[in-house]
């Protein structure tokens, strides 16, 4: 009797341990693991030196607008990309980096992908590309890319217009917004892309965010007249709350001067400890205004005073990207691109033999892998793009 009790229990063991090993073999991480809330508010000074690789990837015309790198040896660039070929031009929809070069084999075509891209982004695995379906069509699309299974999903809306910015939380949120208020959001890898309108009728060109619960949007409309206004958003659990309209400066919470001129880009950072929000907003002048626990007070400081000089040339700034607040990279054309480390603004010339004083140079896209490389997608001139890549 002993020794069959004694069996039974080897037997039932076996049993769990083989249940609880196949159990784990069939499962597929579908998330990145989620990173740790920031505990503190000290931020290692931004690097500014790096080795620079350059590649031209498009030739006139193309249109290039989003680049994302799973790793230093695994990124894509996205869009209508051109290039000469034995004498042809060919077309592809995205490049892919294996390491030594910039290959047409994306794992999937115009038939995967579905659409011309303006934006991606995405996390360790997964990346999310938007845009439209090209010339002569009027509806945006977008197309998601899982790294583990090197499959495209691609999807025609039909909402008219395009999409112009995507963001994600990194824990599965994205959100891509576009033409006239257009708002699409996915909760979730495995969930459905839900419709929004947001209430306004100007475009929305850039969306970041904080967390899903916290997102910020920049909106610009052109009118016939030929003045431009812009909109900054925050959209927070399901509503909307207008923070600054320099055509309607009516009930807004954030004031910019008249002579300030037109506004191109905006970019977030939150110091959870302080909870205390940064918000950075160029274009003709450049700015950082801090909010203390949403009281939306925003105290406002403008970038020259830190030593910035792109508000005393003709062009001021294009783009902003922040990946701390002591680093980040403020840009302008003709090749302006100027490095903030936590002490000064610094004007970083990576490779010597970009054509300085071209009137175009803009860095449209910029990324920073978390081995700290950089990789910038640059026009060079009308429709012609390299790519910069910087090796810290």
């Given at each position: 009797?002993?020794?069959?009790?004694?069996?039974?229990?080897?037997t039932?063991?076996?049993?769990?341990?083989?249940?609880?090993?196949?159990?784990?073999?069939?499962?597929?991480?579908?998330?990145?693991?989620?990173?740790?809330?920031?505990?503190?508010?000290?931020?290692?000074?931004?690097?500014r030196?790096?080795?620079?690789?350059?590649?031209?990837?498009?030739?006139?015309p193309?249109?290039?607008?989003?680049?994302?790198?799973?790793?230093?040896?695994?990124?894509?660039?996205?869009?209508?990309?051109?290039?000469?070929k034995?004498?042809?031009?060919?077309?592809?929809?995205?490049?892919?980096?294996n390491?030594?070069?910039?290959?047409?084999?994306?794992?999937?075509?115009?038939?995967?992908?579905?659409?011309?891209?303006?934006?991606?982004?995405?996390?360790?695995?997964?990346?999310?590309?938007?845009?439209?379906?090209?010339?002569?069509?009027?509806?945006?699309?977008?197309?998601?890319?899982?790294?583990?299974?090197?499959k495209?999903?691609?999807?025609?809306f039909?909402?008219?217009?395009t999409?112009?910015?995507?963001w994600?939380?990194?824990?599965?949120?994205?959100?891509?917004?576009?033409?006239?208020?257009?708002?699409?959001?996915?909760?979730?890898?495995?969930?459905e892309?839900?419709?929004?309108?947001?209430?306004?009728?100007?475009?929305?060109?850039?969306?970041?965010?904080?967390?899903?619960?916290?997102?910020?949007?920049?909106?610009?409309?052109?009118?016939?007249?030929?003045?431009?206004f812009?909109?900054?958003?925050?959209?927070?659990?399901n509503?909307?709350?207008?923070?600054?309209?320099?055509?309607?400066?009516?009930?807004?919470?954030?004031?910019?001067?008249?002579?300030?001129?037109?506004?191109?880009?905006?970019?977030?950072?939150r110091?959870?400890?302080?909870?205390?929000?940064?918000?950075?907003?160029?274009?003709?002048?450049?700015?950082?205004?801090?909010?203390?626990?949403?009281?939306?007070?925003?105290?406002?400081?403008?970038?020259?005073?830190?030593?910035?000089?792109l508000?005393?040339?003709?062009?001021g700034?294009?783009?902003?990207?922040?990946?701390?607040?002591?680093?980040y990279?403020?840009?302008?054309?003709?090749?302006?691109?100027?490095?903030?480390?936590?002490?000064?603004?610094?004007?970083?010339?990576?490779?010597?033999?970009?054509?300085?004083?071209?009137?175009?140079?803009?860095?449209w896209k910029?990324?920073?892998?978390?081995?700290?490389?950089?990789?910038?997608?640059?026009?060079?001139?009308?429709?012609?793009?390299?790519?910069?890549?910087?090796?810290?």
């Amino acid at each position: 009797m002993k020794k069959l009790i004694i069996k039974f229990f080897y037997t039932l063991l076996f049993s769990v341990i083989s249940l609880v090993l196949f159990s784990q073999c069939k499962k597929t991480p579908i998330e990145p693991k989620k990173k740790d809330d920031e505990t503190n508010c000290n931020y290692e000074p931004g690097n500014r030196n790096f080795t620079w690789r350059i590649d031209t990837v498009a030739w006139w015309p193309s249109d290039l607008g989003g680049i994302w790198a799973f790793a230093d040896n695994d990124a894509y660039v996205m869009g209508n990309i051109n290039q000469w070929k034995n004498g042809d031009m060919e077309s592809y929809s995205g490049l892919h980096w294996n390491g030594n070069e910039w290959s047409t084999n994306i794992s999937g075509g115009w038939d995967d992908v579905k659409h011309y891209s303006v934006d991606v982004t995405g996390d360790d695995y997964y990346m999310v590309s938007v845009g439209d379906l090209g010339p002569g069509s009027h509806t945006c699309g977008l197309a998601e890319f899982n790294n583990i299974t090197k499959k495209w999903k691609g999807y025609q809306f039909q909402t008219e217009g395009t999409l112009y910015s995507v963001w994600t939380d990194k824990k599965g949120y994205y959100i891509a917004v576009g033409t006239n208020g257009m708002i699409y959001q996915k909760d979730g890898y495995a969930a459905e892309w839900v419709y929004s309108k947001a209430p306004t009728e100007f475009t929305f060109t850039k969306v970041t965010g904080i967390s899903k619960n916290e997102i910020y949007l920049f909106a610009d409309i052109n009118l016939q007249s030929g003045n431009s206004f812009q909109q900054i958003w925050k959209y927070s659990n399901n509503m909307f709350i207008k923070l600054l309209d320099n055509q309607d400066t009516t009930n807004t919470y954030i004031k910019i001067p008249e002579s300030a001129g037109n506004i191109t880009d905006i970019a977030v950072n939150r110091c959870k400890l302080t909870d205390t929000l940064q918000l950075y907003i160029v274009g003709s002048e450049s700015y950082l205004l801090k909010d203390y626990k949403d009281k939306y007070k925003f105290h406002r400081t403008n970038l020259s005073y830190f030593g910035l000089p792109l508000s005393y040339s003709n062009y001021g700034a294009s783009r902003v990207f922040v990946f701390s607040p002591d680093d980040y990279w403020i840009t302008g054309l003709k090749y302006n691109l100027f490095h903030w480390n936590g002490t000064d603004f610094y004007k970083t010339e990576p490779i010597s033999s970009l054509p300085y004083g071209e009137f175009t140079g803009l860095v449209w896209k910029m990324q920073k892998n978390s081995s700290g490389k950089i990789w910038m997608l640059l026009e060079n001139s009308s429709q012609v793009y390299t790519v910069l890549q910087g090796n810290p």
